[in-house]
Protein backbone atom coordinates (compact mmCIF):
# COMPACT_ATOMS: atom_id res chain seq x y z
CA UNK A 1 0.00 0.00 0.00
CA UNK A 2 1.36 3.11 -1.07
CA UNK A 3 1.97 6.06 1.24
CA UNK A 4 -1.26 7.85 -0.22
CA UNK A 5 -3.49 5.32 -0.27
CA UNK A 6 -2.69 5.08 3.81
CA UNK A 7 -3.63 8.40 4.18
CA UNK A 8 -6.46 8.45 2.83
CA UNK A 9 -7.83 5.35 4.70
CA UNK A 10 -6.66 7.09 7.81
CA UNK A 11 -8.47 10.02 6.33
CA UNK A 12 -11.48 7.81 6.50
CA UNK A 13 -11.36 7.01 10.11
CA UNK A 14 -14.05 4.06 11.58
CA UNK A 15 -16.03 5.00 14.62
CA UNK A 16 -13.22 3.67 17.32
CA UNK A 17 -12.58 3.21 20.63
CA UNK A 18 -11.32 7.14 20.87
CA UNK A 19 -7.95 8.22 22.20
CA UNK A 20 -8.57 5.61 25.23
CA UNK A 21 -10.38 3.27 24.01
CA UNK A 22 -11.65 0.59 26.93
CA UNK A 23 -7.67 0.28 27.98
CA UNK A 24 -6.90 2.00 30.96
CA UNK A 25 -3.09 3.10 31.61
CA UNK A 26 -0.51 1.84 33.59
CA UNK A 27 -0.81 5.42 35.51
CA UNK A 28 -4.02 5.33 36.11
CA UNK A 29 -3.83 1.71 37.68
CA UNK A 30 -2.47 2.77 40.68
CA UNK A 31 -1.41 5.74 42.60
CA UNK A 32 1.43 4.66 44.00
CA UNK A 33 2.72 4.41 40.74
CA UNK A 34 2.12 7.64 39.39
CA UNK A 35 4.02 9.35 42.41
CA UNK A 36 6.51 7.27 41.54
CA UNK A 37 6.27 8.21 38.08
CA UNK A 38 6.78 11.89 38.55
CA UNK A 39 9.56 11.14 40.58
CA UNK A 40 11.15 9.40 37.91
CA UNK A 41 13.24 11.15 35.36
CA UNK A 42 11.37 12.71 32.44
CA UNK A 43 11.79 11.36 29.19
CA UNK A 44 12.44 13.88 26.53
CA UNK A 45 9.21 14.95 24.30
CA UNK A 46 9.30 12.57 21.11
CA UNK A 47 9.21 14.30 17.51
CA UNK A 48 9.55 11.50 15.20
CA UNK A 49 7.06 8.47 14.20
CA UNK A 50 3.99 7.47 16.05
CA UNK A 51 4.86 3.71 17.13
CA UNK A 52 2.69 1.41 19.08
CA UNK A 53 4.55 -1.01 20.92
CA UNK A 54 3.37 -4.13 21.07
CA UNK A 55 4.12 -7.27 23.88
CA UNK A 56 2.68 -9.81 25.07
CA UNK A 57 2.74 -8.86 28.92
CA UNK A 58 3.71 -5.72 30.50
CA UNK A 59 5.48 -5.01 33.03
CA UNK A 60 7.18 -8.10 33.26
CA UNK A 61 10.18 -8.45 35.84
CA UNK A 62 12.43 -10.34 33.77
CA UNK A 63 11.76 -8.69 30.38
CA UNK A 64 13.93 -5.30 31.16
CA UNK A 65 15.12 -5.31 27.63
CA UNK A 66 11.82 -4.43 26.12
CA UNK A 67 11.82 -1.34 29.15
CA UNK A 68 15.36 -0.12 27.78
CA UNK A 69 14.36 -0.37 23.95
CA UNK A 70 11.29 1.84 24.49
CA UNK A 71 12.78 4.43 26.89
CA UNK A 72 15.86 4.82 24.10
CA UNK A 73 13.67 4.85 21.35
CA UNK A 74 11.45 7.76 22.98
CA UNK A 75 14.38 9.34 23.39
CA UNK A 76 15.15 9.41 19.80
CA UNK A 77 12.03 10.99 19.00
CA UNK A 78 9.95 8.72 18.62
CA UNK A 79 6.29 8.99 19.73
CA UNK A 80 6.13 5.60 21.19
CA UNK A 81 3.23 3.97 23.39
CA UNK A 82 3.16 0.50 24.64
CA UNK A 83 0.09 -1.89 24.30
CA UNK A 84 0.09 -5.12 26.17
CA UNK A 85 -2.01 -8.04 25.19
CA UNK A 86 -2.15 -8.72 28.70
CA UNK A 87 -1.92 -6.96 32.10
CA UNK A 88 1.09 -8.40 34.12
CA UNK A 89 0.12 -8.51 37.84
CA UNK A 90 3.35 -8.39 39.24
CA UNK A 91 4.36 -7.87 43.00
CA UNK A 92 7.46 -6.20 41.75
CA UNK A 93 7.88 -3.29 39.08
CA UNK A 94 11.63 -2.45 37.72
CA UNK A 95 11.46 1.62 38.54
CA UNK A 96 12.44 2.25 34.51
CA UNK A 97 9.04 0.51 33.54
CA UNK A 98 6.91 2.48 36.25
CA UNK A 99 8.61 5.32 34.39
CA UNK A 100 7.09 4.61 31.23
CA UNK A 101 3.31 4.19 32.87
CA UNK A 102 2.13 6.94 31.34
CA UNK A 103 2.76 5.50 28.14
CA UNK A 104 1.11 2.35 28.70
CA UNK A 105 -2.26 1.10 27.67
CA UNK A 106 -4.11 -1.69 28.77
CA UNK A 107 -7.35 -3.56 27.04
CA UNK A 108 -9.38 -6.46 27.49
CA UNK A 109 -9.48 -9.23 25.12
CA UNK A 110 -13.33 -9.40 24.70
CA UNK A 111 -15.88 -6.56 26.41
CA UNK A 112 -18.50 -4.19 24.25
CA UNK A 113 -15.78 -1.97 22.79
CA UNK A 114 -14.32 -5.11 21.24
CA UNK A 115 -17.71 -6.46 20.16
CA UNK A 116 -18.05 -3.21 18.68
CA UNK A 117 -15.45 -3.36 16.41
CA UNK A 118 -15.89 -6.40 15.22
CA UNK A 119 -19.18 -5.13 14.26
CA UNK A 120 -17.83 -2.05 12.49
CA UNK A 121 -15.13 -4.26 11.03
CA UNK A 122 -17.84 -6.59 9.61
CA UNK A 123 -19.89 -3.92 8.31
CA UNK A 124 -17.43 -1.85 6.37
CA UNK A 125 -14.31 -4.74 5.94
CA UNK A 126 -16.05 -8.04 5.63
CA UNK A 127 -13.25 -9.32 3.24
CA UNK A 128 -10.84 -7.67 4.97
CA UNK A 129 -11.74 -9.50 8.28
CA UNK A 130 -12.60 -12.58 7.38
CA UNK A 131 -9.27 -12.74 4.74
CA UNK A 132 -6.65 -11.94 8.23
CA UNK A 133 -8.89 -14.40 10.23
CA UNK A 134 -8.77 -16.94 7.79
CA UNK A 135 -4.86 -16.45 7.11
CA UNK A 136 -4.24 -16.84 11.16
CA UNK A 137 -6.30 -19.63 11.29
CA UNK A 138 -4.22 -21.38 7.99
CA UNK A 139 -1.04 -20.32 8.90
CA UNK A 140 -0.67 -21.41 12.66
CA UNK A 141 -2.94 -24.93 11.82
CA UNK A 142 -1.15 -27.70 13.51
CA UNK A 143 0.01 -25.66 16.30
CA UNK A 144 -2.80 -25.80 19.13
CA UNK A 145 -0.65 -23.30 21.23
CA UNK A 146 -0.31 -20.46 18.40
CA UNK A 147 -3.94 -21.34 16.93
CA UNK A 148 -5.38 -20.81 20.03
CA UNK A 149 -3.50 -17.71 21.16
CA UNK A 150 -4.20 -16.25 17.25
CA UNK A 151 -7.93 -16.54 17.48
CA UNK A 152 -8.62 -15.61 21.15
CA UNK A 153 -6.40 -12.27 20.29
CA UNK A 154 -7.91 -11.98 17.07
CA UNK A 155 -10.80 -9.54 18.10
CA UNK A 156 -8.14 -7.02 20.29
CA UNK A 157 -5.98 -6.48 17.30
CA UNK A 158 -9.13 -5.84 15.17
CA UNK A 159 -9.93 -3.38 17.94
CA UNK A 160 -6.59 -2.11 17.70
CA UNK A 161 -6.46 -1.86 14.03
CA UNK A 162 -9.25 0.90 14.30
CA UNK A 163 -8.09 2.62 17.07
CA UNK A 164 -4.48 3.09 15.63
CA UNK A 165 -6.10 4.21 12.57
CA UNK A 166 -7.68 6.90 14.40
CA UNK A 167 -4.93 7.92 16.30
CA UNK A 168 -3.10 8.37 13.42
CA UNK A 169 -0.16 5.84 14.49
CA UNK A 170 2.51 5.17 11.41
CA UNK A 171 4.16 2.18 13.05
CA UNK A 172 3.55 -1.20 15.02
CA UNK A 173 6.05 -2.80 16.04
CA UNK A 174 5.86 -6.33 18.38
CA UNK A 175 8.12 -7.61 20.50
CA UNK A 176 8.42 -11.57 20.35
CA UNK A 177 7.71 -13.70 16.74
CA UNK A 178 4.68 -15.49 18.64
CA UNK A 179 1.17 -13.67 20.00
CA UNK A 180 2.50 -10.16 19.61
CA UNK A 181 3.19 -10.67 15.86
CA UNK A 182 0.08 -12.37 14.85
CA UNK A 183 -1.64 -9.72 16.65
CA UNK A 184 1.00 -6.36 14.39
CA UNK A 185 0.16 -8.89 11.55
CA UNK A 186 -3.91 -8.42 12.19
CA UNK A 187 -3.60 -4.73 12.13
CA UNK A 188 -1.51 -4.48 9.20
CA UNK A 189 -3.99 -6.81 7.10
CA UNK A 190 -6.93 -4.60 8.11
CA UNK A 191 -5.39 -0.96 8.65
CA UNK A 192 -2.59 -1.05 6.02
CA UNK A 193 -0.20 0.68 8.65
CA UNK A 194 3.13 -0.98 8.38
CA UNK A 195 4.12 -3.42 11.19
CA UNK A 196 7.70 -5.56 11.89
CA UNK A 197 8.56 -7.73 15.04
CA UNK A 198 11.66 -8.79 16.92
CA UNK A 199 12.55 -11.99 17.80
CA UNK A 200 14.49 -13.09 21.02
CA UNK A 201 14.53 -16.48 21.25
CA UNK A 202 12.56 -19.01 22.44
CA UNK A 203 9.46 -17.58 20.91
CA UNK A 204 11.74 -18.47 17.50
CA UNK A 205 13.13 -21.76 17.90
CA UNK A 206 9.80 -23.31 19.87
CA UNK A 207 7.42 -23.04 17.17
CA UNK A 208 7.79 -21.68 13.86
CA UNK A 209 3.92 -21.92 12.49
CA UNK A 210 3.17 -18.55 10.38
CA UNK A 211 7.05 -17.29 10.78
CA UNK A 212 7.60 -17.16 7.16
CA UNK A 213 3.92 -15.26 6.72
CA UNK A 214 4.65 -12.79 9.31
CA UNK A 215 8.16 -12.09 7.63
CA UNK A 216 6.72 -11.75 4.18
CA UNK A 217 4.15 -9.09 5.49
CA UNK A 218 6.50 -7.38 7.30
CA UNK A 219 8.20 -4.24 6.53
CA UNK A 220 11.13 -5.32 7.90
CA UNK A 221 12.23 -8.21 10.68
CA UNK A 222 14.63 -7.72 13.98
CA UNK A 223 16.59 -10.15 15.63
CA UNK A 224 18.99 -9.47 17.95
CA UNK A 225 21.55 -11.94 16.87
CA UNK A 226 23.14 -13.26 13.59
CA UNK A 227 21.96 -16.32 15.03
CA UNK A 228 18.51 -15.52 14.60
CA UNK A 229 18.67 -14.14 11.43
CA UNK A 230 20.13 -17.76 10.00
CA UNK A 231 17.32 -19.34 12.10
CA UNK A 232 14.73 -17.09 10.11
CA UNK A 233 17.03 -17.82 6.75
CA UNK A 234 16.65 -21.57 7.31
CA UNK A 235 13.19 -21.76 8.06
CA UNK A 236 11.35 -19.05 5.62
CA UNK A 237 14.31 -19.09 2.90
CA UNK A 238 16.88 -16.67 1.67
CA UNK A 239 14.62 -14.25 -0.16
CA UNK A 240 12.56 -13.40 3.32
CA UNK A 241 15.68 -13.30 5.40
CA UNK A 242 17.09 -10.28 3.53
CA UNK A 243 14.10 -8.51 5.24
CA UNK A 244 16.05 -9.35 8.52
CA UNK A 245 17.74 -6.65 10.23
CA UNK A 246 19.87 -6.96 13.55
CA UNK A 247 19.80 -4.58 15.58
CA UNK A 248 21.60 -6.11 19.37
CA UNK A 249 19.30 -6.08 22.20
CA UNK A 250 20.79 -3.06 23.83
CA UNK A 251 21.10 -1.74 27.46
CA UNK A 252 21.91 1.86 28.61
CA UNK A 253 25.73 1.48 29.03
CA UNK A 254 26.09 5.01 30.35
CA UNK A 255 23.77 3.77 33.89
CA UNK A 256 26.49 0.93 34.49
CA UNK A 257 29.17 1.76 36.52
CA UNK A 258 32.45 -0.94 36.41
CA UNK A 259 33.37 -1.60 40.22
CA UNK A 260 36.88 -1.24 40.90
CA UNK A 261 38.99 -3.86 40.10
CA UNK A 262 38.37 -7.95 41.43
CA UNK A 263 35.89 -7.68 44.60
CA UNK A 264 37.42 -11.02 46.11
CA UNK A 265 36.04 -11.45 49.82
CA UNK A 266 38.98 -11.57 52.54
CA UNK A 267 38.33 -14.73 53.46
CA UNK A 268 39.01 -16.48 49.40
CA UNK A 269 35.54 -17.43 49.40
CA UNK A 270 34.51 -17.21 45.36
CA UNK A 271 31.25 -15.59 44.88
CA UNK A 272 29.00 -17.17 42.00
CA UNK A 273 25.86 -15.66 40.77
CA UNK A 274 23.57 -16.82 38.35
CA UNK A 275 20.08 -14.42 37.37
CA UNK A 276 17.23 -15.75 35.62
CA UNK A 277 13.59 -17.76 35.71
CA UNK A 278 13.76 -20.83 37.63
CA UNK A 279 13.57 -23.12 34.57
CA UNK A 280 14.89 -26.09 32.85
CA UNK A 281 15.78 -23.69 29.92
CA UNK A 282 17.99 -21.69 32.39
CA UNK A 283 19.92 -24.82 33.39
CA UNK A 284 20.71 -24.02 37.46
CA UNK A 285 20.58 -27.78 38.32
CA UNK A 286 24.03 -28.08 35.98
CA UNK A 287 25.34 -25.15 37.56
CA UNK A 288 24.42 -26.89 40.93
CA UNK A 289 26.25 -30.21 40.15
CA UNK A 290 29.12 -27.37 38.87
CA UNK A 291 28.96 -25.88 42.27
CA UNK A 292 29.61 -29.19 43.67
CA UNK A 293 32.68 -30.25 41.81
CA UNK A 294 34.22 -27.28 42.38
CA UNK A 295 34.13 -27.63 45.84
CA UNK A 296 35.00 -31.09 45.90
CA UNK A 297 38.49 -29.69 43.89
CA UNK A 298 39.06 -27.66 46.81
CA UNK A 299 37.66 -24.14 46.11
CA UNK A 300 35.48 -22.20 48.06
CA UNK A 301 32.85 -21.26 46.48
CA UNK A 302 29.32 -20.08 46.45
CA UNK A 303 26.32 -19.68 44.70
CA UNK A 304 23.65 -17.06 44.37
CA UNK A 305 20.43 -17.62 42.26
CA UNK A 306 18.35 -14.40 41.47
CA UNK A 307 14.47 -15.08 40.17
CA UNK A 308 11.83 -17.58 41.04
CA UNK A 309 10.29 -19.70 38.79
CA UNK A 310 8.63 -23.72 38.48
CA UNK A 311 12.02 -24.95 39.22
CA UNK A 312 12.30 -23.35 42.86
CA UNK A 313 10.91 -26.53 44.76
CA UNK A 314 13.28 -29.01 42.64
CA UNK A 315 16.54 -27.22 43.04
CA UNK A 316 16.15 -26.69 46.38
CA UNK A 317 15.47 -30.36 46.67
CA UNK A 318 18.88 -30.82 44.79
CA UNK A 319 20.35 -28.56 46.82
CA UNK A 320 19.36 -30.41 49.67
CA UNK A 321 19.91 -33.95 48.34
CA UNK A 322 23.61 -32.79 47.22
CA UNK A 323 24.19 -31.44 50.94
CA UNK A 324 25.77 -28.25 49.96
CA UNK A 325 22.99 -25.86 51.36
CA UNK A 326 25.47 -23.90 52.76
CA UNK A 327 27.25 -22.56 49.08
CA UNK A 328 23.69 -22.08 47.85
CA UNK A 329 21.95 -18.88 47.83
CA UNK A 330 17.94 -18.54 46.79
CA UNK A 331 17.41 -14.86 46.58
CA UNK A 332 14.36 -14.89 44.81
CA UNK A 333 13.12 -12.07 41.94
CA UNK A 334 14.74 -8.50 42.26
CA UNK A 335 14.99 -5.32 40.69
CA UNK A 336 17.47 -4.41 38.19
CA UNK A 337 19.03 -1.89 40.58
CA UNK A 338 19.31 -5.00 43.41
CA UNK A 339 20.21 -7.07 40.73
CA UNK A 340 23.21 -4.85 39.95
CA UNK A 341 24.10 -4.42 43.34
CA UNK A 342 24.59 -8.09 43.86
CA UNK A 343 26.67 -8.30 40.44
CA UNK A 344 28.89 -6.02 41.67
CA UNK A 345 29.57 -8.11 44.71
CA UNK A 346 29.94 -11.08 42.99
CA UNK A 347 33.28 -12.77 41.42
CA UNK A 348 31.54 -14.22 38.42
CA UNK A 349 28.06 -14.38 36.73
CA UNK A 350 27.56 -17.59 35.00
CA UNK A 351 24.45 -18.70 32.35
CA UNK A 352 24.43 -22.25 31.65
CA UNK A 353 21.51 -21.98 29.55
CA UNK A 354 20.31 -25.12 27.94
CA UNK A 355 17.71 -26.53 25.07
CA UNK A 356 14.50 -27.20 26.86
CA UNK A 357 12.96 -30.52 26.43
CA UNK A 358 9.89 -28.43 24.94
CA UNK A 359 12.14 -26.63 22.34
CA UNK A 360 12.42 -23.08 24.19
CA UNK A 361 15.99 -21.74 23.45
CA UNK A 362 17.69 -18.68 25.33
CA UNK A 363 18.36 -15.67 22.65
CA UNK A 364 21.45 -13.42 24.62
CA UNK A 365 19.91 -12.96 28.17
CA UNK A 366 20.55 -9.14 28.90
CA UNK A 367 22.10 -10.20 32.45
CA UNK A 368 25.37 -10.84 30.24
CA UNK A 369 25.97 -7.59 28.87
CA UNK A 370 24.82 -6.06 32.01
CA UNK A 371 27.69 -8.08 34.27
CA UNK A 372 30.34 -6.87 31.60
CA UNK A 373 29.16 -3.57 31.67
CA UNK A 374 29.63 -3.87 35.61
CA UNK A 375 32.72 -5.61 34.78
CA UNK A 376 32.08 -9.01 36.51
CA UNK A 377 33.71 -11.85 34.68
CA UNK A 378 31.18 -14.45 32.63
CA UNK A 379 30.84 -17.80 32.13
CA UNK A 380 28.19 -19.42 29.56
CA UNK A 381 26.93 -21.51 27.42
CA UNK A 382 27.88 -21.89 23.81
CA UNK A 383 24.43 -21.64 22.44
CA UNK A 384 22.06 -19.31 20.11
CA UNK A 385 23.50 -15.67 19.80
CA UNK A 386 25.35 -15.82 23.16
CA UNK A 387 28.80 -16.55 21.98
CA UNK A 388 28.18 -12.85 19.77
CA UNK A 389 28.84 -11.49 23.12
CA UNK A 390 30.73 -13.85 25.16
CA UNK A 391 33.76 -14.68 22.99
CA UNK A 392 35.83 -17.48 24.33
CA UNK A 393 38.85 -16.65 26.15
CA UNK A 394 38.62 -12.76 24.88
CA UNK A 395 34.96 -10.95 26.87
CA UNK A 396 34.24 -14.73 28.96
CA UNK A 397 34.26 -18.30 28.96
CA UNK A 398 32.40 -20.58 26.93
CA UNK A 399 31.07 -23.78 27.63
CA UNK A 400 29.20 -26.52 25.96
CA UNK A 401 25.19 -26.76 27.15
CA UNK A 402 25.14 -29.43 29.50
CA UNK A 403 28.51 -29.57 30.19
CA UNK A 404 28.50 -30.00 34.15
CA UNK A 405 32.13 -30.43 34.11
CA UNK A 406 33.03 -27.68 31.74
CA UNK A 407 30.83 -25.10 33.74
CA UNK A 408 32.83 -26.21 37.15
CA UNK A 409 36.55 -26.11 35.56
CA UNK A 410 35.74 -22.43 33.90
CA UNK A 411 34.60 -21.38 37.65
CA UNK A 412 38.02 -23.20 38.68
CA UNK A 413 39.78 -21.42 36.65
CA UNK A 414 38.31 -17.56 37.61
CA UNK A 415 39.38 -18.57 40.94
CA UNK A 416 42.79 -19.87 40.62
CA UNK A 417 43.76 -17.06 38.21
CA UNK A 418 42.35 -13.53 38.82
CA UNK A 419 44.42 -11.71 36.85
CA UNK A 420 42.79 -13.67 33.71
CA UNK A 421 39.88 -12.91 35.18
CA UNK A 422 40.22 -9.15 35.20
CA UNK A 423 41.94 -9.11 31.84
CA UNK A 424 38.63 -11.09 30.40
CA UNK A 425 36.45 -8.54 32.46
CA UNK A 426 38.29 -5.20 30.99
CA UNK A 427 38.08 -6.71 27.53
CA UNK A 428 34.42 -7.33 27.93
CA UNK A 429 33.65 -3.80 29.05
CA UNK A 430 34.92 -1.81 26.58
CA UNK A 431 33.15 -4.71 23.73
CA UNK A 432 29.53 -4.30 25.35
CA UNK A 433 29.96 -0.49 25.76
CA UNK A 434 30.69 -0.35 21.90
CA UNK A 435 28.31 -2.82 20.38
CA UNK A 436 25.11 -2.67 22.71
CA UNK A 437 24.19 0.68 23.50
CA UNK A 438 20.41 1.16 23.55
CA UNK A 439 20.46 4.35 22.22
CA UNK A 440 22.69 3.38 19.29
CA UNK A 441 20.15 0.38 19.04
CA UNK A 442 17.02 3.12 19.27
CA UNK A 443 18.64 5.13 16.52
CA UNK A 444 18.73 2.36 13.99
CA UNK A 445 15.02 1.32 15.36
CA UNK A 446 13.96 4.81 14.28
CA UNK A 447 15.31 4.87 11.07
CA UNK A 448 13.77 1.72 10.29
CA UNK A 449 10.52 3.11 11.59
CA UNK A 450 10.65 6.44 9.61
CA UNK A 451 11.64 4.24 6.18
CA UNK A 452 8.60 1.72 6.76
CA UNK A 453 6.17 4.45 6.99
CA UNK A 454 7.32 7.01 4.34
Not at 35 to 44: G, M, R
Not at 253 to 260: I, Y
Not at 280 to 295: C, D, H, M, P
Not at 372 to 394: K, N, W, Y
Request: charged share 20%.
Amino acid sequence: MTATSLKLRRSLRLRSAGPSGDGTTLAASSRADEKVAALAPQLQPPSGPKVAYLVSRFPRLTETFVVAEATAVRRAGALLELHPIHRERAAMVQPAATALAPHVHYHHLIDRTVLRAQVTALRYRPRDYFGALGSVVKHNWGSRRLLVGGVAAFPLAVTLAQRFEADGIDHVHAHFATHPAAVAYVVHRLSGIPFSFTAHGSDLHRDQHMLAEKVRRAAFVVTISEYNREVIASTCGADLARRVVVVRCGFEAGTFTARAGPRRHRNGLFRVTCVGTLHEVKGQGRLIEAIQLVRAGGHDVEVTFIGDGPDRRLLTDQVRTLGIQDAVRFLGPLTQPEVRQVLAESDALVVPSVPSADGRREGLPVVILEAMAVGVPVVASRLSGIPEAVVDGHTGILVEPGDVHGLAAAIGHLDRDPAMADRLATAARRFVNAEFDSDRSARMLVELFNKASS
